[in-house]
């Protein structure tokens, strides 16, 4: 089976589908399938440099990067017909959208990961009626021409585009391949004082990092640890917010070698966002044995409330408040039992399980009459 995995760009500054998109690959590439990426390369940066590229190249995986679309339509045109499999994630980028075309017109099995693109919540943040009616179209593109679409998780298929076949596999987020358990990163708190809560990922409005940062100024007796960046403008509202509070730490943009320290230092990772297809920041914290605060807009939140990795409320400053107050009462015994749970999700987010689920999604499109895969 030889597989193509195309993404538009690996920028880390495009936020979460570059890594995701890399440990999906490593995870199906350390099942011994052959699989191969296409991708674009920025003019102004060096993609050698990216983390999600050297995670991928590190690995000996074979990665095709164009300086534009045009060389990379042109690099599909030859070579789309040499895969069994071409699996594009996302849908809106060009380079996606003739990826499924040249596939189709090969005769290749098609898959997509739309990352949240084809849900009804973003057809809602679409401000411009010309690019809503672009999207609708393209929606209806790949109803047709997408074989497959795979969704992260419940919450992201009950608001998507219904497609004939249409499955969940999570992300990979655990790599259960390196042959050492799942640990929590300690036993108990942080330290013996004040809880510590820890917000990780961009800043943006839709992730309502301004209510979590209320929410702490109406709780007294904990912290919030802020690590990521934004836009100017909202970083600025985001510390007129905060009023200068010495509580709230900013740590900025958090590197992938630096993660490990920043989870060591928290007690709860916190998620508010008013829609999220995943949430990676709270899968990251569960498999570390961190119990997380995630509202009901954010994908895993069903996982959540079913390892019992900790709390599912609504995302408004007074609910968050009033749980932050909870967790700041927590006995040790029970924050250990939250840990324990959370450590379930290694299982449910591990590189092996979703190299299973993904490969079984390929083999099943590949059969002479394939079947539907999932409702």
């Not at 679309?69 to 380079?95: E, I, K, M, N």
């Amino acid at each position: 089976m030889r597989v193509l995995r195309v993404l538009s760009s690996l920028d880390p500054e495009t936020g979460g589908p570059a890594s995701v998109f890399s440990a999906a690959v490593v995870s199906v590439f350390g099942a011994d399938v052959d699989i191969e990426c296409l991708t674009l390369r920025p003019g102004d940066k060096d993609i050698t440099r990216f983390p999600d590229y050297e995670r991928m190249i590190a690995r000996g995986i074979k990665v095709h990067a164009f300086s534009g679309v045009a060389r990379g339509a042109l690099y599909l045109l030859r070579s789309a017909r040499t895969f069994d499999v071409v699996h594009v994630d996302g849908c809106w980028q060009s380079l996606c959208i003739l990826a499924v075309l040249f596939a189709k017109i090969s005769g290749r099995a098609t898959v997509v990961s739309p990352h949240e693109s084809l849900t009804r919540e973003e057809l809602r943040r679409t401000r411009s009626s010309f690019r809503l009616t672009i999207k609708r179209l393209l929606r209806q593109y790949y109803r047709v021409a997408a074989d497959c679409i795979v969704y992260s998780s419940n919450l992201e298929l009950r608001d998507s585009l219904a497609h004939a076949n249409a499955t969940v596999i999570p992300h990979p987020v655990f790599d259960d391949g390196k042959g050492q358990p799942a640990v929590p990163l300690r036993h108990g708190l942080s330290n013996s004082g004040t809880i510590r809560f820890g917000y990780l990922g961009r800043f943006h409005s839709k992730k309502k990092v301004e209510t979590i940062v209320e929410a702490v100024l109406d709780t007294p007796d904990i912290e919030l640890a802020l690590a990521g960046t934004g836009p100017k403008d909202y970083e600025e509202r985001l510390r007129a917010v905060a009023q200068d509070d010495d509580r709230i730490q900013w740590l900025g943009f958090v590197r992938r070698q630096d993660k490990e320290d920043f989870f060591r230092s928290i007690d709860f990772l916190v998620l508010a966002s008013e829609y999220e297809c995943f949430g990676m920041a709270a899968a990251e914290a569960l498999v570390r044995g961190i119990p997380v605060i995630v509202s009901e807009k954010v994908g895993i939140a069903d996982d959540v409330r079913e390892i019992g990795g900790g709390f599912v409320v609504e995302g408004n400053a007074g609910r968050l408040s009033e749980t932050f107050g909870r967790c700041a009462r927590l006995e040790p015994r029970r924050y250990h039992e939250l840990q324990q749970g959370a450590l379930l999700a290694a299982e449910l987010y591990s590189f092996g399980r979703h190299a299973n689920a993904q490969l079984g999604v390929y083999a099943a499109l590949l059969k002479p009459h394939h079947v539907r895969i999932a409702g």
